[in-house]
DNA sequence: TCGGTATGCTAAAATGATTTAGCATACCTG
DNA sequence: CAGGTATGCTAAATCATTTTAGCATACCGA
């Protein structure tokens, strides 16, 4: 097995010191004054072996690991897995590796990851909060680390954020439900406190409102198990239809409306005629389904853009400065128009 | 910002040596015979003051990370996405991190990186190889790496290995058909020589051969785009079907059979009246869709079982007898029967 | 009383880089 | 020709651990 090659190996093979070598390697050639024919010496040698710094010794020295933490609610998500792949690609771009992990939105288990990802000395934390973890981002923020909130917002915590204008996002959906002539809508949420979800309901509620309608809610605790789900959705739906108080459905997130499709199905409803279909976050599945369902899309390449570019700009910039000022991105959703709502 | 506290600031403020504090915290407190008491008072104060070792420091001496490298074909893939979320969750309970990354199947890419990882000294790597890396590979190996293959392996490569029985998945698919009275059977699947791909194929033509009935191909190319995929896969089905050559497709991956559901409907051709579909690798959406849609079910728990335990065994086991035995699963696919398959 | 060994702990090297502080030498200026 | 400065480089400290080699002391048996 061949021995990895030092910088000490390099500095001996010309005869001079491993400062000089460093210096070189850093870029600090200039500032430096090394000659630019050692200069050159020097990089062709480590061309012609290939000599890589050892990371490990690098970061244990300056402190920098060149990796980025990810949490996010849960990887196999389609919505997260889509921006962990945009996030990933933009990251290797610009040199930084992606550690990531799925906090299920369990507060302990958050908790847990954040102090493992410190023990790793990542330079970055890209997180979606699950409730409860307020002070522990606040410890990040005060002492210099990069952080950005993605998807959800915690109250009270001034940091970086990207997410989508979610009240819109549900209002424009509800007025356009209203447009195409329903009335008796109704939303399926869940039961959690997260900001994006209050928000995707405040936007509800102010298009019911609007239109003197009357609201109905269905808030499905959070950790019911999908076959769970499906049930309770369908004795929701069935109740409202049996009193005569029911034409459409909006679903706040797209795995309700997965189930909910499933539910609409099981109850022999048909879509559109019966009920109205729309679906938070855009899926797939959404385009091919007969018929097919419309969506409030998020704009996925445009938050992982802002996401990273946000990250690197902290990165980049010098500590000191950090915590002074705080960005954040909310972008628009967009309603696709499919024939879930189409009423002839 | 309080001061990160050191393993001398232990010893120190015991009074004993920063080796005693080490010896006693890598649990080698008996072996290098500390006293119970000494041993007691040092965890006591750990404990008390929440010291916590630097990580990297460890590494860079003992030069392990406790973090594994997954390079998936495509981490938005929902078939990669659930891996990568299972296999992420046993390995955080091992005490391991995981960085990822996705090869999109390129070859350059994935060697650059492969060599990023191990400047990164991650302790293993899960890999789907794309063709060409074979050498890559085998360095690693060689150099006592752990390795694990996932989802297919490369020609002339022994290696620990975790996948599915592709040829019986796709053959026992094909006689599915077949049993329902299907006989002008067609395959949708990529160009490339991936060995999973290519076994997928095998089985189909023996199930064919075995019932004296011709095989009827379409090989999409790897990097076409999801729009000019369903013209392709539409012009293929009308052919046959103009020349009333058709009434069964199998598609070969679930993203085919995404878009071939969607040149289906296109072509406004009646699942399973006119042609009877099956996709391999399931999806959510083919239970949702109507009719819902037979699919070759990959075990994914299983699968993500099986890779981390190799991967934890090779971790374990101590650096020498390492690259002697090489461990291999193949995993059986179920065929999960829905109505697209289905005559009445 | 002396050699052997068990006990309980530690000094110092090693891991592989970056960075601070500074040392010669040459050159220039007045 | 003294004194200052620019040039081109380097010795040694530093980052925070783990691990090797070994040092006192006490005790025991012969």
Redesign the pocket.
Known sequence: MKK??????I?KQL?????????I??G?AKE????D???ARVLKLVEEVN????Q???S????KTKTIGLMVEDISNTFFANIARLIEEKAYKAGYKIIYCSTEDDTAKTRDLISMFRDKHVDGYIITPPPGVEEDIKELIAEGLPVVLLDRTLPGLPTNFVGVDNRMGSYSATEHLIGQGYKKIALVTTESGQSQMLQRLEGYEQAMAHHQLAPKLLKIPFRVTTEDMIPKIMAFLDDLRQRDDLDAVLFATNYLALRGLEAIDKLELRVPADVGVVGFDDHDIFRLYKPSVTAVAQPTEAIADQVINMMLDQLDTDDRKQATTTQTAVLPTSLIVRNSTTRR
Chains 1, 2 share one sequence.
């Open positions: 990895k090659l030092l910088i000490s190996d500095a005869n001079i010191s491993i400062t000089t070598v460093s210096f390697l850093n600090k430096k004054r090394i000659s024919s050692l200069t000599y890589k710094p050892n490990l010794a690098q244990l020295r300056t402190g």
